[in-house]
């Protein structure tokens, strides 16, 4: 894909940007498919899917005015290939991005393509979600925390509304299944200080795709004891004596 075709494919699906993002985001782009010949970064194939499904899909939450902070400080847990939080980087460089993830080999990638870009506001972290929620220097520090295609609502709520200060929001890529997560995902966020919004609607021209963006809202401090330790949250999920 050109820049010139990227351009006009982030501008159909609403989302602003600069001229030199999509150079940016192709160079991202070759380097994941040079890594994943070597290692799991992306089980996607096809160009123009992958496309979609990394980069615009990451971005999508920039369609939406006020969402995203211009600036500020957002940390994305499970990063994985760096979705959604590098490409939010990249278009976004007053953003403080921090990425964490408990795989070592996945942070190389993500260094190798900071270095390669240049990143200068970006900063990674390797710790699984449960535990860096524990550290000082992340607990309750950020405008926004973020997760793609991570875990359920509920599990997602543990794992991201403890980086969140309060007033600020955690912000959930989810796809169809959101619907039948929502009414434990909205007790589990109470519990940890946090309130479901709306979820919105991402618009994909030329994709059947039912993808979501939701907004929690964290009003309240998360009490002390979460997230609980590493592997319970998805063990045994909060909110899950509520019926659906």
């Given at each position: 894909?050109?820049?010139?075709?990227?351009?006009?494919?982030?501008?159909?699906?609403?989302?602003?940007?600069?001229?030199?993002?999509?150079?940016?985001?192709?160079?991202?782009?070759?380097?994941?498919?040079?890594?994943?010949?070597?290692?799991?970064?992306?089980?996607?194939?096809?160009?123009?899917?992958?496309?979609?499904?990394?980069?615009?899909?990451?971005l999508?939450?920039?369609?939406?005015?006020?969402?995203?902070?211009?600036?500020?400080?957002?940390?994305?847990?499970?990063?994985?290939?760096?979705?959604?939080?590098?490409?939010?980087?990249?278009?976004?460089?007053?953003?403080?991005?921090?990425?964490?993830?408990?795989?070592?080999?996945?942070?190389?990638?993500?260094?190798?393509?900071?270095?390669?870009?240049?990143?200068?506001?970006?900063?990674?972290v390797?710790?699984?979600?449960?535990?860096?929620a524990?550290?000082?220097?992340?607990?309750?520090?950020?405008?926004?925390?973020?997760?793609?295609?991570?875990?359920?609502?509920?599990?997602?709520?543990?794992?991201?509304?403890?980086?969140?200060?309060?007033?600020?929001?955690?912000?959930?890529?989810?796809?169809p299944?959101?619907?039948?997560?929502?009414?434990?995902?909205?007790r589990?966020?109470?519990?940890?200080?946090?309130?479901?919004?709306?979820?919105?609607?991402?618009?994909?021209?030329?994709?059947?795709?039912?993808?979501?963006?939701?907004?929690?809202?964290?009003?309240?401090?998360?009490?002390?004891?979460?997230?609980?330790?590493?592997?319970?949250?998805?063990?045994?999920?909060?909110?899950?004596?509520?019926?659906?």
């Open positions: 894909m050109t820049e010139q075709a990227l351009s006009a494919r982030l501008t159909a699906c609403g989302i602003p940007h600069d001229a030199a993002l999509p150079g940016k985001l192709l160079k991202y782009h070759e380097l994941l498919l040079d890594w994943n010949a070597r290692m799991d970064l992306t089980a996607v194939t096809d160009e123009e899917e992958m496309i979609d499904r990394h980069y615009v899909d990451s999508s939450a920039l369609a939406v005015p006020g969402l995203i902070p211009s600036s500020g400080a957002l940390i994305d847990v499970g990063t994985g290939a760096g979705f959604p939080g590098l490409p939010l980087a990249l278009a976004c460089p007053e953003l403080r991005v921090t990425l964490m993830d408990a795989q070592q080999k996945r942070l190389n990638f993500l260094q190798a393509v900071t270095d390669a870009l240049d990143v200068r506001n970006v900063t990674l390797h710790a699984r979600a449960e535990d860096g524990q550290f000082p220097q992340h607990r309750e520090k950020y405008d926004l925390a973020v997760a793609r295609a991570v875990a359920s609502l509920s599990v997602l709520s543990e794992y991201l509304l403890p980086y969140v200060r309060v007033g600020g929001k955690a912000l959930c890529w989810k796809g299944a959101l619907m039948e997560e929502l009414q434990q995902g909205r589990a966020a109470f519990l940890l200080g946090g309130k479901v919004e709306e979820p919105i609607p991402v618009a994909f021209p030329g994709r059947e795709w039912q993808h979501l963006l939701l907004p929690i809202s964290k009003s309240g401090k998360t009490a002390r004891q979460y997230p609980r330790k590493a592997g319970t949250p998805s063990k045994s999920p909060l909110g899950a004596n509520v019926k659906k």
